[in-house]
């Protein structure tokens, strides 16, 4: 179980202060690795990152940068290596949703989705992978969704950017692979968090997540936890430009 161990790891993991992300560095933090919390609130990020020590003992560390802004990913992944080096795991996490029809969607919410949800995982990822190419190996995550191959009404662009991750992924493998990097995608189903919980709570949507889903449920955000060690750790140095759906099997069934 060697394979899967993180300790002496460092790991960046974008939007972290709450919801998935936050579950996601507890459970590497679990798995040994330090931690950075990065939110754009910092007093949120300060707090998570407490909790997690509290509930972990790991060794966590927090920053908070702007993601969708080359100049402020440059400072804030320059901080953290000049802290503790080039990290050795970077999951792109940070996200958005809006929701509107497609015939009403305002361009700016298009702006923001396409920002935060595709370009800060183009953004922090090219950054990342500099240092990983000097050091000859190197772990990169992105985050995508089951609407990354499904859509629904009322969120194409969403989908559109979650689509987009798969893209970046297979071009990020085409390009760091023969330099020893991984990239691969973690695209999560339905999941309960404080972010999803006025679905949770609606029963009708609740109810088409079970008919819809062949586990049944919505899923628990520990479940997430596995597949992310996995693709962070030595157990995977031989999977790349994969995206892995963590969905009860959703996207297996018509």
Known sequence: MNLFDLSGRTALI???????????????LEAGARVVVHGRNA???DAAAERLRTATGGETMVETFDVTDPESVDDGIGRIE???????????NAGIQRRAPFVDFAVEDWNDLVATNLTSAFLVGRRVARGML?????????????????????????????GGIVMLTQGM???????????????PGYFATELTQ????????SAWVAQRTPAGRWGQVSELVGTLVFLSSAASDFVNGQTIYV????TAVV
Do not use: W
């Open 14 to 28: 974008t939007g972290s202060s709450r919801g998935i992300g936050y579950a996601l560095a507890q459970g590497l």
């Open 134 to 162: 000097l050091r000859g190996r190197g772990k990169i995550v992105n985050v995508g969704s089951v609407q990354s191959r499904l859509a629904r009404p009322g969120i194409a662009p969403y989908s559109a950017t979650k």
């Open 82 to 92: 000049a802290a503790c080096g080039t990290l050795d795991v970077c999951v792109n």
């Open 173 to 187: 493998c085409a390009d760091l692979g023969p330099h020893g990097i991984q990239v691969n995608a973690l695209a």
């Open 198 to 205: 006025a679905l949770v709570d609606d029963e009708a949507f």
């Open 43 to 45: 007093g949120a990020a």
């Open 247 to 250: 969905d009860g099997g959703m």
